[in-house]
C-alpha cells in the first residue's frame, strides 16, 4: 500500500516552502519511501479534515488502515528502525526532536506569528498591537475547542492513561490557573480526573514540599 | 542506580506547581520507579547547568551515565515498555505527546508568556506592549545563542544525520528566512549543509510543483 501524504489544496505564495508537509517529504526521501500526495481544502477547512486531523492542520498521512498527525509522530513513525532512528542513539535523538519542537520552534513560532499577523493579516487575522494578549488567547481557543472535540467522551487521549495524558495535562492545568478552561467542560473534567491520580497528587506534593524546602534553606541562609 | 532529578535551588511563589519538573515526576510516580532531586541555581545560571541542560532549563535527569533534557523526550524514555508507552499504541501516543507539545503548548505559551511578562516583569523582562515582535525576537536569540554553542563543531545534533536534524532545520529554516540567522554562522552552515542534501532538495523541489500545479489548476477553474 502506497504511503499517502496530506497536505493542501492550495495556498499563496507566503508560506510555500515552508508547509510541515516538507518535513515528512524530506524524511521520506532520506528513507527512499514512495508517497502520493493527497490534499484538503485550505479554505474553508472541512469536516473530513477535521476528522483526520482534528486541528485542521497538515500534514498527515494514511498508511494502509493507519492515519497519523503531527510531523514530529510523524517523522518518528517512519524513521523507526531506519538510519534516521537508530536504536543505540534513541534517547539523544529523541531530546534534540523535542528541543527543536518544543523550546526552538515554541519560541520560532511565538515570534513569527507576530510578523505574519502584521505582513498577512487576511490569512492571521488583524496585526496583534492592539490587544496581543487576547490575539494569543484567540489561538489557544481555536486549539481548546479542537481538543475538547477529538476527546469526545474519551477518558484518555490514545486509548488507557499515558504519558501523552501527563503531557496534555500538565499544559491544561497552565490554562485552568488562568482560569481559562471554564468553557470547555470536557477539559476541565478530563484535568480533573487525572489530577485526581494519585501518582500525581504525589508527585504535586513532592515538588511543592522541594519549594518548602528551599524557603526554610534560605531563610537560614538569611538568619546565619 | 537512583535516577536524579533536576530542577531549580528556588523560586517565587508564582511559577510553583506548574515548573516542568512535576511532569516527570508524576511519570516516575505512575511507574513506580524512586528517584532522587538534584538542584541548579535558577539565578544566575551556571555553566554547570548549561554543560546539562544547552538552554538552561529544567528538568533534566541522570540515570546512570546517562543524562538527558527535555521533559517529552524524558517521558518517552523512562516509560518505554511500561503501561504508560505500550508498544501496541505507540504511534497514537507519539502524535498527541506531539499535539500536546508542538500545538497546543506552543499556542498556551505564547500566550500565557505575555501574561507572566505583565505580571511578573522583573522575571521575564518588560511587558511586550511596546514592541512585542522585538520582544518575542530577544526570547528567539536566546534559544539561537544556546543551540548554536550545543551545535559546536559537530555536524549534526545528535550523531550522524538523524530525524532531530530535519525537524530542527525545518524551524530554523523559518528564522532563515527572515534574515535573523545570519549572526549564528554555524547554525547557518548547519542549515547550508542540511539542505544540501539530496533528499531535501528533491522534497523542495516536489513540495514547490505541489503549488505550482495547485496554481494551475486554480487558472483553468478561473477560465473554465
Redesign the interface.
Known sequence: MTLILY?Y???PEFP????????V??????IDRCYQ?A?VPAHPKSAEHRMLQ??A?VPAIRDGE?T??????I???L?EGT????DD?K?????????????????????????LA?RVPEFFGPP??AD??AH??A??D???AA?QQALGESEW????????D???V??????A??EALEDYPRLAAYVERATS????K???A???A??QA??A??AERSAG
Chains 1, 2 share one sequence.
Open positions: 497536505t489544496d492550495w495556498l510555500r516552502g515552508f508547509v510541515r508537509d516538507l518535513r517529504r524530506w524524511c521520506l526521501e532520506e500526495v490534499t482534528p486541528f492542520q493507519r497519523l498527525f503531527e510531523s514530529g509522530a517523522l518518528v513513525y524513521s538510519q534516521l532512528l537508530p542513539r534517547a539523544e535523538i529523541w531530546q534534540w526532536l523535542f528541543a527543536a519542537l518544543n523550546t526552538v520552534e515554541l519560541s520560532v513560532m511565538h515570534w513569527v506569528s507576530m510578523i502584521e496583534p498591537a496581543v494578549t494569543a488567547k489561538d489557544v481555536s486549539k481548546l481538543l487521549l490514545a486509548g488507557d492513561f499515558s504519558i501523552t501527563i503531557a496534555m500538565e499544559v491544561l492545568r497552565v490554562v490557573a488562568e491520580r494519585p501518582a500525581f504525589k508527585a504535586m513532592d515538588h511543592m522541594h519549594w528551599a524557603d534553606a534560605q
